[in-house]
């Protein structure tokens, strides 16, 4: 006859094995932490364990998980419900936990501002200008040889991205 295990702790199915026999009186002897109860598969994300003399499905959340305050990285290693301050949901660099929608929310807001950022004239027109540092030798080599040649480049940048004429547009 076939008996069950399960974890003395967690109670969580381990495996089956034959049962020894008594050798008294010929009948299958069950240990500590085994039953003749079969136990059923679990769905996704449950495991079985013995409970009240029963096999229950109980969700494993076990692995990974995320406090919801500071999206810093745990090892969950018990069954049962995560308490409410840990999620399996992977927050993304900008997001925060929003109860309401049981969900990290705000790096798409973020990317959002951001696209909206590099998009403008003032941010084009920064990436575009030499460093300062280029810009005064630029300076100087003009003042020596009585050139125009740092007007002329930052004529052709402001030319390149004109600043709007809606004055409201952030720089």
Known sequence: MEVYNYHYITKEYTGSEEAYLDPAYKRPLLAANQTFIKPEQPKEGYVITFKDKNWVEVVDHRGDVYHKETKQLESWRSVGELPPNLTKKIPQEFDNWDEEKNNWTGHEDHLKQQFEYESSYGFKRAKSYPSILDQLDAL????????????????????????????????
């Open 140 to 171: 100087y080599w003009d003042k020596i040889n009585e050139t125009n040649n740092w007007v002329e480049s930052i004529t052709k940048i402001k030319q390149r991205y004109p600043k709007p004429e809606n004055k409201n547009e952030k720089i």
